[in-house]
């Protein structure tokens, strides 16, 4: 990754100047900035070595090492071993795509059959007491911003309800203040009304408070540790709970200890060494799993995207091949995780990847705050000034009932749910 790759989203001259002089004072005065790996007053600490297992594999790993022989090797495997998995993320895997894409399709045909699951997000409220540079919450970016009340979250799961889907990922900004623990449990309680699966995005929490979601119908979590580089983390994050990056990255752990049936990881790739980000999402999927062997684990992939005030945000050197070579390594060595695949991407990629390896998509996907009618009737949600900005640009636009048919076209069993409550 070149220089100007680095800090080409950091340094942007669109970023408010009160945003830049906190930037400029924090890099030039590093004493001012707070330890990434020391915990904040009311932070859970948990005993758990798998971010020691992580780590150690993570910054061990030296993908240019890696020969065509290796990649062989590890697809002639009938299990692919950790090690395995690093030739199939490493550069000499690119030439082998096709033979990654054949052999992570059997493995998702063998454990998944021919479905794919269809959810959609929906974001309650976009204030955020984090500086992370690359978000459009961020708390200095100068955006709309809006907290939904409980008769506006009615309104809008039942507009999306209305349309036929079964399974939501409730969203937030990461704001105890606003978007405290009681808020996000009595959104939950109103989706149960409307929705058979429940996910919440929202930022870490301790182990029970996560129980308490959980009772309040919270089936799963999906976490972002952003990025697993430590240095780089604390680059990006410059203020806010967020900052802390051992409670963040410990927050799928405390969720299954509270009982959630469910838990989601993923690197925002294009932050840093997306290959070394992309090796330490699946071991820390894989290191819990065989801890928690009874939870249901799953992958996301998302790269960066542009954000309101900076449409210079890109991902940088992770193209589509690349995105496609992480997508294919992750099914062969965790074939029976699922992948979501997001609507960052082109709707192009996401009905080719869902045929090979991904097994979730998201449809009628809005990341504004309360603008879903206005999305569904066709209107232009971007200038309802009652509704919140956006935390980034979707790519992918397809509604719920032209994501079905896609699906279906495509030779794939769309699923909205597949759990049934007693």
Excluded at 143 to 160: A, Y
Excluded at 200 to 210: F, K, L
Aim: negative net charge; glycine residues 6%; proline residues 4%.
């Amino acid at each position: 990754m070149n220089e100007e790759t680095q800090v080409y989203f950091i340094d942007s001259d669109v970023l408010p100047e009160k945003a830049l002089a906190r930037k400029h004072m924090l890099e030039q005065d590093p004493s001012s900035r707070t330890d990434p790996m020391k915990y904040m007053p009311g932070m859970e600490v948990i005993e758990s070595d798998v971010k020691d297992k992580v780590l150690e594999q993570m910054n061990a790993y030296d993908y240019s090492l890696y020969t065509a022989a290796d990649v062989e090797r590890a697809l002639s495997h009938d299990t692919c071993s950790i090690e395995d998995f690093k030739a199939l993320l490493s550069p000499a895997a690119a030439p082998y795509l096709e033979q990654m894409a054949r052999r992570a399709e059997v493995e998702t045909k063998n454990h998944f059959g021919n479905t794919v699951y269809i959810f959609t997000p929906i974001y309650i409220a976009n204030y955020c007491q984090n500086y992370c540079i690359y978000c459009g919450f961020n708390c200095y970016n100068n955006i709309r911003r809006k907290k939904l009340s409980f008769e506006e979250i009615e309104h809008e799961m039942k507009v999306i309800s209305d349309t036929g889907m079964e399974e939501i990922l409730i969203l937030t900004g990461e704001s105890r203040t606003y978007s405290d623990v009681k808020y996000i449990g009595e959104a939950v309680k109103i989706a149960r009304k409307y929705f058979r699966n429940i996910g919440i995005e929202i930022y870490p929490v301790n182990t029970d408070e996560y129980r308490y979601l959980h009772e309040c119908g919270v089936d799963y979590v999906t976490v972002f540790q952003e990025t697993y580089d430590i240095e780089k983390y604390e680059t990006l994050h410059l203020l806010g709970h967020k900052r802390v990056w051992p409670y963040r990255f410990d927050a799928q752990e405390r969720a299954l200890m509270g009982g959630m049936r469910g838990a989601a990881f993923s690197a925002l790739l294009g932050l840093a060494d997306f290959r070394k980000d992309a090796l330490a999402t699946a071991l820390h999927a894989y290191y819990l799993n065989r801890k928690y062997p009874h939870a249901e684990l799953s992958l996301s992939c998302p790269r960066l995207r542009p954000i309101v005030n900076n449409d210079k945000i890109s991902p940088g050197e992770v193209g589509e091949r690349e995105l496609c070579q992480v997508l294919c390594a992750y099914r062969i060595f965790l074939p029976f995780v699922g992948i979501t695949v997001s609507s960052r991407e082109t709707a192009e990629f996401r009905n080719g990847i869902a045929k090979i390896c991904a097994t979730k998509v998201s449809a009628g996907v809005s990341t504004g705050i309360g603008d879903h009618e206005d999305k569904y009737e066709g209107k232009d949600a971007a200038a309802d000034e009652a509704a919140g900005d956006e935390q980034f640009e979707i790519s992918d636009g397809r509604s719920f009932a032209k994501m079905y048919a896609d699906m279906e076209q495509g030779g794939l069993q769309p699923v909205l749910n597949d759990y049934i409550y007693v």
